[in-house]
């Protein structure tokens, strides 16, 4: 664990419990996560299929709530807002970069890129296409703009999706598998894209991976196994390699 | 907020691209829609365009805005005709004065006009009279001569009558009548009635006025529905209404004014009748005798009422028109051929020859013949049933005859004369139902045997009018006829002429029910509870009824189209509103990712909710747009074209021939607002499911 002053603290899981109900029983997919992560970190969130990792992303996404214990992003307590206010944390606060892209798919480049702008209306129509088309320079898509998903190919849809997720100055960008879907060489580069982006813009990145190559760019790697974190280090060679397989360590 | 402009575009576009993206489905939305709109446009237009010229015609020829009549009545008003061919019993105004007088305090009532209709027949005097009254002339004289050709008429109308009796067998039931009558038109057929007429003429004339013209006369019955009013007022407030021969019934003076469709219809020389309505078929129903067989049957039936013609030329008039028939015949007559050949060729008319022979017809053969049963400056004694149960008859001069103005066509028009309200209180009778039903039982049989006569083309021609039938069924109902016929024609115009009245008589008095004109004939309805809340406050024992259900049947047929049109309209909206909510709800399953991708990058609920609903307000604004074009185009077109009149009764209610209609602004505000509303209800539903689904759901899926 790290000392980090709170105000530092982007992500804060204080003895998160999460619930699925299955019939009559319940299943408990996380069972008390306590769990900091600092502004500017490059995390991966690692482990075995069904232990919890995409859960973790949805209670930090905002997307889902916990069934007992608190989460805090960016300092402020998520446990008793509305939809709406939770729909707006979303918007102000968080990118989120999905395995299957979920690019709109009747809008081309740069009007999904501009969708969260337009959804915060802050920004005037000018300074939109200006920031748009910077972001989008950023990941290399200048000549795609006007493009629609259908006419990109896989890697080149994930840019899109970061772009979108990048395009708000987010606190923080949540990626769920983001290449799973993809073929080994397009995933290392979208995660080295990932790692620049988090190295110039200071954009906490949180991803979740089953690729050991891919969990060795990161940072910080968090290991659940069950629903529970057995492990936390800060992207040490060995532990990387140690975690790497089906998880016996630490069990 | 140029953001909320610039999402609004954004969710525009997203619309946009959907409705694009989903183009089989996009289309077949769209396409009903666009025929609903359309149907709605035209739809409403028409029915605005036929209430509005239905209700110019009908306001200002018989009903005014309002009508009143007694609240005590059983049935309802109907004055161009109900459900049953049978005059409703509608109650009385007792003393009109007294509601014209309150009813005129009334703001927006301009004029009240008395009203009351009933039902009489007339009688006229007929050929058989004429020819009598020269044969004793001529036997006076002993001119044996004029006799001899004079007799000559009397067998050709008593021959004509016999035909008749093959066909009066077979629906009379008193056969001992009918052989007597056969045994005494036989006896004027044979020579030896006629070789010593001059030595035995008291005698032989006597048996013709007795045996022989009451059965001639038999024909000469007709029917006449008389609405009796204030002519004066009448004429000043129905403004359709003009004379068309002879004159208005000056004031103070008792009269009728025959309706000119009921004068060409009922009471024109059948020969004339015929001509009129072959021509009348091809002129305004685009008929034509090169090819349509129903018309080239009617002229070959034509032909054979040659008698009606010959019968009535005496012998100078034949020697006249023979030549002018053999000219205009040319190769077709023949050295030998008398003049009833030459008439029955001349009948035969033809696609060819049609026009040249209705010319003729009227230029030189019209003027030899009676060419109207009643004329206008004729007295005729028109009969009911009184108000005792009665029968009674009452002389009345025909002052002339008049049409509305725009419907001169149309026999619903036609339906009523007009008379003086004190002819009508004489000829008014209170009927018991047994009564009323002998009557309409009388009337029927006018309407019945003039229809199987259309379509039965070989029956009675030569053969019996259909007055004829009505005689014979009605033989003893009328028998106080007789009376009055015997009164001599000056002496019946002297008596009429003698009949003066005072406004202050016409006025104080009984009428059935009373037309109300008002001075804004837009502003019906707030009138018409004006007018209620009158009656209340004077205890005028009155209801009021607007002009629609005044005019009976017909009021109610525009009712029944608009109920038509609506439901039809209905339907087809409901059946797309089905069909886009059942394609929404698919497509919201189908755009879970989608949604969910946009409510976890940070979009409200409201903004799936417009999402979803744009979408089809975009489809539903575009598919109105293009119904709506398409409709006021089809309009437009229409009413430069003018859409015909099929038929007589399309002919009253499209006030004219054709029906020029028009668009209005608020027919596209109806259209454009059920599509909106149809648009919302449609999506709602999908919509609401949309703004349900979780953002959760966008970090599932694989594509
Ligand atoms: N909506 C749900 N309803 C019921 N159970 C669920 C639901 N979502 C997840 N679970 C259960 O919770 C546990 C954790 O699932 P989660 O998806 O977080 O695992 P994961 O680590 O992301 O697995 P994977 O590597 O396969 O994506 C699993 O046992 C799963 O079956
Ligand atoms: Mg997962």
New interface residues.
């Given amino acids: 664990m790290r000392d980090s002053g709170s105000e530092d603290l982007i992500v804060k899981m204080s003895q998160v419990i999460k619930e699925y109900p299955l019939g009559k029983l319940k299943v408990q997919a996380l069972r008390g996560i306590d769990l900091n992560i600092s502004r500017g970190e490059f995390t991966t969130i690692a482990g075995p299929s069904g232990s919890g990792k995409t859960t973790v992303l949805n209670l930090i996404g905002c997307v889902d709530v916990p069934s007992s214990g608190d989460v805090q992003i960016a300092g402020q307590s998520t446990t008793n807002l509305s939809d709406k206010e939770l729909t707006h944390l979303r918007l102000m606060k968080i990118g989120f970069i999905f395995q299957s892209f979920n690019l709109v798919p009747v809008l081309d480049v740069f009007q999904n890129v501009e969708l969260p702008l337009l959804l915060q209306g802050e920004l005037g129509a000018s300074e939109r296409a200006v920031r748009v088309k910077e972001i989008i320079a950023r990941v290399g898509l200048s000549d795609q703009l006007r493009q629609r998903p259908n006419e990109l190919s896989g890697g080149q849809r994930q840019r899109v999706a970061i772009a979108r997720a990048l395009v708000t100055n987010p606190a923080l960008v949540l990626a769920d598998e983001p290449t799973a879907n993809l073929d080994s060489v397009t995933g290392n580069t979208i995660i080295e894209l990932m790692k620049e982006l988090n190295a110039t813009q200071k954009t906490t990145f949180i991803f979740s991976t089953h690729d050991p190559k891919v969990m060795r760019q990161a940072s910080r790697v968090i290991r659940l196994v069950d629903g529970e974190i057995v492990l936390d280090n800060d992207g040490i060679e060995g532990v990387v390699e140690a975690t790497d397989g089906r998880g016996e360590v630490g069990s | ?4 402009q ?2 609004l575009r ?1 969710i525009s ?2 619309a946009m ?2 409705i ?2 989903n183009k089989v489905k996009s289309s077949i939305v769209a396409s009903i829609m666009v025929f609903g709109t359309m149907l709605l446009v035209v739809g409403t237009a028409l029915l605005d365009s036929v209430e509005s010229s239905m209700q110019k015609v009908v306001t200002s020829s018989l009903t005014g805005q309002l009508q009143v009549y007694s609240s005590q009545g059983k049935d309802e008003l109907a004055l161009f005709g109900g459900l049953t061919a049978s005059l409703p019993e509608i109650g009385e105004i007792e003393d009109f004065s007294r509601i014209k007088s309150s009813l005129e305090e009334v703001p927006n009532v301009q004029a009240v006009v008395p009203m009351g209709l009933t039902v009489s027949t007339g009688s006229s005097g007929n050929d058989i009279d004429e020819v009598l009254r020269q044969l004793r002339d001529a036997a006076s004289n002993n001119d044996a001569q004029t006799v001899a050709s004079l007799s000559g008429q009397v067998r050709e109308i008593a021959g004509s009558l016999l035909e008749e009796y093959a066909d009066k067998e077979k629906i009379s039931n008193d056969l001992n009548r009918l052989d007597k009558e056969r045994a005494a038109l036989e006896e004027v057929q044979k020579d030896a009635f006629w070789q010593d007429f001059t030595q035995n003429s008291q005698e032989r004339l006597l048996f013709l006025d007795t045996k022989i013209a009451p059965l001639a006369n038999n024909g000469r019955r007709f029917f006449m529905r008389i609405l009796g009013t204030d002519p004066q007022a009448f004429k000043q407030h129905f403004d359709r209404f003009e004379v068309v021969k002879g004159e208005m019934i000056p004031p103070g003076q008792r009269g009728v004014l025959i309706s000119k469709r009921t004068h060409e219809r009922f009471l024109k020389h059948r020969v004339a009748r015929e001509l009129d309505r072959i021509k009348r078929e091809i002129e305004l129903e685009g008929r034509s005798l090169e090819d349509d067989e129903l018309l080239q049957a009617r002229a070959r039936r034509l032909s054979r009422q040659y008698r009606r013609v010959t019968f009535q030329l005496d012998p100078s008039e034949v020697a006249q028109l023979e030549p002018k028939l053999r000219d205009i015949l040319g190769s077709e007559a023949s050295a030998k051929d008398s003049i009833k050949e030459l008439i029955q060729k001349f009948l035969h008319v033809d696609h060819s020859n049609f026009d040249a022979r209705y010319d003729f017809f009227y230029a030189q053969v019209a003027p030899m013949i009676e060419l109207y049963r009643v004329n206008v400056g004729d007295v005729v004694p028109l009969q009911s049933f009184t108000r005792r149960g009665y029968v009674k008859a009452v002389n009345v001069k025909i002052w002339g005859t008049f049409q509305f103005k725009g419907i001169e066509d149309s026999d619903l028009a036609g339906v009523v004369n007009i008379s003086d309200l004190l002819t009508f209180r004489e000829l008014y009778g209170k009927m018991t139902r047994a009564q009323r039903a002998e009557l309409e039982a009388l009337r029927d049989s006018i309407g019945v045997e003039d229809i199987s006569r259309d379509s039965a083309e070989d029956d009675l021609f030569g053969g019996s009018d259909e007055i004829a039938i009505v005689e014979q069924d009605s033989q003893e109902s009328f028998d106080e006829f007789q009376d009055v016929e015997v009164m001599a024609r000056e002496d019946r115009i002297k008596q009429v002429e003698n009949l003066t009245y005072s406004q202050q008589e016409l006025e104080q008095g009984l009428a059935l029910n009373a037309a109300v004109i008002l001075e804004d004939p837009d502003d019906i309805q707030r009138t018409r509870a004006l007018i209620n809340q009158k009656i209340q406050q004077d205890d005028l024992k009155l209801k009021v009824v607007d002009w629609k259900e005044a005019a009976g049947l017909v009021g109610q047929l525009i009712v029944v189209i608009q109920i038509v049109l609506y439901v039809a309209i209905f339907i087809i909206f409901l059946v797309a509103l089905v069909i886009i909510n059942n394609s929404m709800v698919m497509a919201t399953t189908e755009r879970m ?2 949604v ?10 409201g ?1 799936i909710l417009v999402l979803f609903m744009l979408e089809t307000l975009v489809l539903g604004l575009g598919a109105g747009f293009t119904g709506a074009l398409l409709g006021v185009g089809i309009i437009e077109i229409l009413g430069v074209w003018g859409i015909p009149a099929a038929n007589e009764i399309v002919r009253f209610i499209f006030a004219g021939p054709r029906l020029y209609p028009h668009v209005s602004l608020s027919n596209v505000l109806i259209a454009a607002g059920v599509i909106f509303v149809v648009s919302l209800l449609s999506t709602l539903y999908p919509a609401l499911i949309a703004t349900r689904i ?3 759901v ?2 599932r ?3």
């Fill in positions: 907020m140029s953001q909320t610039s999402s954004m576009l997203i691209r959907n694009m993206s990712a989608e969910g991708t946009m409510r976890a990058i940070g979009a409200q609920r903004f979780q953002p959760v966008a970090m899926g694989r594509d």
